[in-house]
């Protein structure tokens, strides 16, 4: 092998790496027009929507860690069929603890979480607009878990 | 790739009381892990740190020894040269990490239900976690000596977390938003889910890193003998 042969550019690598960026750039493209999903509303948004509606609340207290909760994201907000079943059906309000990042939560979301009780996550309440409780499902443990507690809410 | 020089790598790892001892230690957390710990926890980070441990050998201390004077007198390309000994790090590493994923659903499968989702995306997030570890130790090999890609590996990571905390506090957020984002392309923390934009994040960083690691090592000076 010739000197200069054993020094050439992996050309294979190269391509790697320019698909691979190219793959990355699309993804993300793709990814900010992709809307559809759960349409999340803030605390003082969900409530304001609730007193003009007879649509029950509901609650998604999740935090950024739980690994459970990105499941729950992933298996059910995220199915389009599920997600426009809950966005016709109640007002989806996501409730994130900061707890572990900042120290501390926003004054709206510690009342909201010692209102209902809320010690882990994910923890899904579906409440009127007085935030009286109808339902709740605690922990996540598949789709049909959900879609039970969906029902027994209708 | 060379065949030769993976399996070299490899042969060379599993003979090696260190590494097989660092192996069971991470089966044995996992298997703790199934028991007492949160699925697919724990064993991610230990096998992050053996790809710190075996990617700090890749190529930096080959020069130190005066052994890629010897190598490199063969018939082989550079740059396949140090892929291929990247490419055999990497599949050690990824082993110990689906054997501890294998240890962790056998000791939950004792118990009753296995997670699978969440010890499976803790195995695919550590495979994209390591293999960035090792290419980036791959880097830096190729223009240190000895261990001193691990020296730089730590003070690169220790330098921009203190200045994105400096830059969140002093700087405008322009210039705190891309120290943010140098810092997370070059040790990006691990999403608790599968996502496929991080994947393909460390998947693109650690193939740039290991074309520039190629380019350096190819017309890098190799020194006669031990230093």
Partial sequence: MARNDQRSVPITLLVVAAVLLLARVVLHFNRADDASGVKWLTIEQGIERARSSDKPILFDFTAEWCAPCHLLDAQVFADPKLAAEINRQFIPVRVTDRQQEDGRNTPEVAALQQRFGVTGFPTLIFADAMLTERARMEGFSGRRQFEQVMKQVR | ?227
Avoid at chain 2, 137 to 163: C, D, E, K, P, W
């Fill in chain 2, 1 to 227: 790739m060379s065949g030769v020089v993976i399996a070299e790598t490899v042969r060379r790892h599993l003979t090696n009381g260190m590494f097989v001892s660092f192996a069971i230690v991470i089966a044995l957390i996992a298997i703790g892990v199934s028991q007492y710990g949160q699925p697919g926890s724990a064993w991610p980070g230990f096998a992050v740190l053996l790809a710190v441990v075996t990617g700090a050998g890749v190529i930096g201390p080959e020069f130190s020894s005066g052994t890629l004077q010897l190598i490199l007198v063969k018939p082989i390309n550079r740059a396949v040269y140090l892929l291929s000994r990247v490419a055999g790090v990497v599949l050690l590493v990824w082993s110990v990490s689906a054997i501890a994923a294998l240890c962790e659903i056998a000791g939950r499968a004792l118990d009753g239900e296995v997670p699978w989702s969440l010890i499976g995306t803790a195995l695919v997030n550590s495979m994209g976690d390591t293999l960035l570890v090792c290419a980036l130790l791959a880097l830096f090999g190729t223009f240190t000596r000895a261990y001193f890609n691990v020296a730089l590996y730590f003070a690169l990571q220790l330098t921009l977390a203190l200045l994105v905390g400096l830059a969140r506090r002093k700087f405008t957020p322009a210039i705190a938003q891309a120290v943010v984002a140098v810092e997370q392309n070059l040790f990006p923390d691990t999403p608790p889910r599968f996502d496929a934009e991080w994947l393909l994040l460390v998947a693109s960083n650690a193939a740039i890193a290991l074309v520039l690691a190629s380019f350096i090592f190819r017309r890098r000076e190799v020194p006669y003998g031990a230093e």
